[in-house]
């Protein structure tokens, strides 16, 4: 056995600059998803028919295909179309546009989970539909989301690593260049794994605090 | 004659389902009214289209001799009806306080220190003062719907609805909340309550109806109905929840 995690401890300024643009992507994309999974939400809830047909039509077709599909279609397909976006924006938007779907029915389901009751008792002392989803549904709403949105946004910062097919250096990326230097396949893999693991785990500690929090009140 | 709430010819139904058929009922200022009947016989229905959380198919409604129909604003017309419903549905998230002061702050726009004076006011007309800063989990059944209650009162309304306010609690908890109904009826409050307890009835009702079907059987008073009823199926209603 030939293992020298050596080499590893002399990338580390590497890749924690890959971890850098690992979590700015995740960051922009998340930010963006919860954009679009609460618009999305809004258009499945809304008795307007259109708006429901394409809020349904976009969580049909981004949950039936693979993310890296969606990607490829964003950065290598659009630009036949004469739109040529660059990999940054390629990559956040389409990891934007994949997590908006599944933001879009984890609120759906956490708005249609609080009871129907609570609607009607905030509508019975006056209050408008918007005050009622604002004061009354969406609090509780929120908690009953939070444990599948943290569970959705580490899905998504793994899922940033398919960036690195639409050439931004992100993590793997940049685990992949040292691999070609050096060769330590490996050893810069685990080192890549573990800091994803790292990553993961401060935000999954932070979301538990901010879960006992929401319960206890 | 000035009705607090009139239905006139209502009809109603849920997609194939009639659910209310030709529906008519005037109610006084100051009635006391309750609603029998079995389960599926539209009692609920006619409650819930009297503050419109159900629209109706045909018919009218008229509150306070005005017509309820597109123009009417309908946060304000439900400011003027309170709602009391079977499982409580109590905002889980804020207290028995908050619970009471919600529409008074958001809808009314009253001040926080006003709000509040009101609502410990009601607090201590429901005996729960000293709930004030409990959140609904921590309350008992029978304190849930007191608080419910308090909160239906908060916007000062002309008129209040029970659907069954007691069927969900357990029977020992069942009084201490017609205590407060009763006082309720006392002050003068307009009433329509859903409920099968019939000593309430007796106390409290100017004027029972009996439901099936969606139409309204028999109508008289409590002792009419529960003494000497006339139709073949109030009867027969009476014997089976008798037992
Ligand atoms: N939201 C609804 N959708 C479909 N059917 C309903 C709905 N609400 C009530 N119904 C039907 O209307 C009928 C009357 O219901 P309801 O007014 O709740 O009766 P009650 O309160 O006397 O038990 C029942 O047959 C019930 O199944
Ligand atoms: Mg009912």
Redesign the interface.
């Known amino acids: 056995m030939n293992l020298d995690f050596s080499v590893v401890l002399t990338k580390i300024p590497i890749l924690l600059e890959g971890c850098v643009v690992t979590l700015q992507i995740s960051f922009f994309a998340l930010l963006l998803g919860m954009i679009f999974g609460i618009a999305g939400a809004l258009c499945r809830i809304s008795s307007n028919r259109a708006l429901n047909s394409i809020a349904f039509m976009y969580v049909w077709v981004i949950r039936g295909t693979p993310v890296m599909v969606q990607l490829f279609i964003l950065y290598f397909g659009l630009p036949q179309l004469g739109i040529k976006l660059p990999s940054m924006v390629a990559g956040v938007l389409g990891l934007a546009i994949n997590t908006g779907a599944y933001v879009t029915e984890i609120i759906r389901a956490g708005i249609q989970a609080v009871d129907k009751g609570q609607m009607e008792a905030a509508l019975s002392v006056g209050m408008s539909f918007r005050q009622a989803m604002v004061r009354i549904i969406g609090p509780q709403a929120t908690k009953i989301c939070i444990p599948p949105l943290v569970n959705q946004f580490i899905m998504t910062l793994k899922n940033s690593s398919i960036a690195s097919l639409v050439t931004i250096t992100e993590l793997f990326r940049t685990g992949e260049q040292i691999i070609y230097t050096t060769f330590r396949s490996f050893e810069v893999y685990t080192a890549v794994a573990v800091l994803y693991l790292i990553m993961n785990s401060v935000f999954m500690v932070i979301a538990d605090r901010l879960e006992r929090k929401m319960a206890r009140q | 004659m000035n009705y607090i709430v009139e239905m006139k010819n209502v009809y109603k139904s849920f997609g194939p389902v009639e659910v209310l058929k030709d529906f008519n009922i005037q109610l006084l200022e100051g009635e006391k009214v309750v609603i029998i009947g079995p389960s599926g016989s539209g009692k609920s229905t006619v409650l819930r289209c009297i ?1 419109k ?1 159900e629209p109706i198919q045909s018919g009218e409604i008229f509150f306070e001799g005005k017509k309820v129909d597109e123009q009417t604003d ?3 017309l ?2 003027h ?3 009391v ?1 079977q ?1 409580f ?5 804020k207290t028995a306080l908050e619970n009471i002061v ?2 008074p702050l ?2 009314k726009g009253m001040s926080r220190a006003d709000a509040e004076t009101i609502g410990e006011e009601l607090l201590t007309r429901v005996g729960l003062a000293d709930k004030r800063d409990s959140y609904p989990r921590e309350l008992s059944g029978g304190q849930q719907q007191r608080v ?1 209650i308090a ?2 009162l ?2 000062n309304p002309k008129i209040l609805l029970f659907d069954e306010p007691t069927s969900a609690l357990d029977p020992e908890l069942v009084g201490e909340v017609l205590v407060v109904m009763k006082d309720l009826a006392t002050e003068g409050m307009t009433m329509v309550v859903v409920t099968h307890e019939m000593a309430f009835a007796k106390d409290v009702a100017d004027r029972v109806i009996f439901m099936d079907g969606g139409v309204i059987v028999e109508e008289g008073t409590p002792a009419d109905i529960f003494e000497t009823p006339s139709q073949e199926r109030t009867q027969q209603f009476l014997k089976r929840i008798r037992h």
């Open positions: 503050n959380l309908l946060c304000d439900r400011t009806i309170g709602m419903f499982r549905n109590l905002f889980p998230h919600e529409a958001v809808v419910a909160r239906a908060a916007m």
